[in-house]
C-alpha cells in the first residue's frame, strides 16, 4: 500500500539546523519530494531526490534517503524565521500522484 | 497562463447542493491532478488526468465526486449533494510529461476553500 508517515511538530532556535523525518511504503516510487506550505501561500516544491541517490543538497537544504528503511529526512542548516511553515514529504508511484504526509509544522523561535 | 488558477477562491453551501470547483492548468501540461487537504492534514490525492482521460480515480471518495477535463485544458471537479465532511481545501496541481514516461514538477493551484454549512 501507499502511506507516507512524519511527525507532526518540530520547534528550534533561529540558528539551529532542523531535521524533518519522513518513513514511506511504495518501494518503486521514482522521486521523493519535499514541499513547503505557508498560511495563505499555495504549495512551494523545495526539493526532491531521485530514487537512487542518497544524498542531495541545495544550499541550505540536505535530502537524505534511506531507500532500505524507507526514511527519508530534509536537513535545514541555519534557520530562520522564515522557514517556519509546514512542510510535506510525498513519494510519487507510476501514475505520477503524489502521497504526501500529514506534513510537519516547523516553529523557528527567535 | 503563468501558474494553475483555481476558482472560486472560497465557496460556502449548504449541505445538499451540488457545487462546481474549476481548475485553469499551466498551458502545455498533460498532466492534472486534484487534491483534497481537511483542515490540520495532509493532501489526499483524488483524480488523475492524462490529457482528457483519468486513468486513476482511485481517490475519489464516494459517487457524489466527478471530475472532467477537456481540450486537455480545464478541469472541472464536481461534488453532488455536499456533506459537512466535504469540507476542506481543494487543491489542483498540473504538470508535464518527461520523455520515458516520467512526469515532470507539479505546480499547484492555491485551492478552492470548500466550506459546507
Known amino acids: 500500500g501507499e502511506d507516507v508517515e512524519q511527525s507532526l511538530f518540530l520547534s528550534v532556535r533561529e540558528g539551529d539546523s532542523s531535521v524533518i523525518n519522513c518513513t514511506y511504503t511504495?518501494?518503486?516510487?521514482?522521486?521523493l519530494y519535499w514541499y513547503k506550505q505557508e498560511p495563505g501561500a499555495g504549495l512551494q516544491l523545495l526539493t526532491y531526490?531521485?530514487?537512487?541517490?542518497d544524498m542531495k543538497q541545495d544550499q541550505r537544504l540536505t535530502v537524505l534517503l534511506n531507500k532500505k528503511d524507507k526514511h527519508l529526512s530534509l536537513r535545514i542548516a541555519d534557520t530562520q524565521t522564515g522557514d517556519s511553515a509546514i512542510y510535506f514529504c510525498?513519494?510519487?508511484?507510476?501514475?505520477?500522484?503524489?502521497?504526501f504526509g500529514q506534513g510537519t509544522t516547523l516553529q523557528v523561535k527567535p | 497562463g503563468a501558474g494553475v488558477s483555481q476558482s472560486p477562491s472560497n465557496k460556502v453551501t449548504e449541505k445538499g447542493k451540488d457545487v462546481e470547483l474549476r481548475c485553469d492548468p499551466i498551458?502545455?501540461?498533460?498532466?492534472l491532478y486534484w487534491y483534497r487537504q481537511r483542515l490540520g492534514q495532509g493532501l489526499e490525492f483524488l483524480i488523475y488526468?492524462?490529457?482528457?482521460?483519468?486513468?486513476?480515480k482511485s481517490g475519489l471518495p464516494s459517487d457524489r465526486f466527478s471530475a472532467e477535463r477537456t481540450g486537455e485544458s480545464v478541469s472541472t471537479l464536481t461534488i453532488q449533494r455536499t456533506q459537512q465532511e466535504d469540507s476542506a481545501v481543494y487543491l489542483c496541481?498540473?504538470?508535464?510529461?518527461?520523455?520515458?514516461?516520467?512526469?515532470?514538477?507539479?505546480?499547484f493551484g492555491p485551492g478552492t476553500r470548500l466550506t459546507v454549512l
Open positions: 498551458s502545455g501540461h498533460t498532466a
Open positions: 511504495d518501494s518503486s516510487s521514482t522521486y
Open positions: 510525498a513519494e510519487s508511484p507510476s501514475t505520477g500522484k503524489l502521497i
Open positions: 531526490i531521485f530514487s537512487n541517490m
Open positions: 488526468f492524462q490529457g482528457n482521460s483519468a486513468p486513476d
Open positions: 496541481a498540473s504538470s508535464s510529461l518527461l520523455a520515458g514516461g516520467l512526469y515532470n514538477e507539479q505546480f
